[in-house]
């Protein structure tokens, strides 16, 4: 049986690897906005965004807990998206602060 400390590192890391998952799909919608796509590579897009994501998330559950997934690894993702997704919605007004011109 693992020791608290050493699941609280793996949750750690777990809110890391969906933060950096949420973050690496809004650099992708930031592509998007920038070079215009028709629906099928949108759709080749997502397809090998999700590819990636679970090879991704395999070899991070593998490195963590031997492979076992646990419940508050789960969490610990869906935790970090959510997190990044607050911060990245605060960065965004925080810019639109900076660059709107008072008139």
Known sequence: MTGIQEEFMVFLAAVLSGGIIRLVYRCISCFRQIVRHNLTVIGIEDLIFWIGTAVYLFVQIYHTSSGSVRWYYILGVVV??????WLLQKVKKMCKK?????T
Request: net charge positive; charged share 20%; glycine share 10%.
């Open 98 to 102: 900076i660059y709107t011109r008072k």
């Open 80 to 85: 970090g998206a959510c997190l990044m997704s």
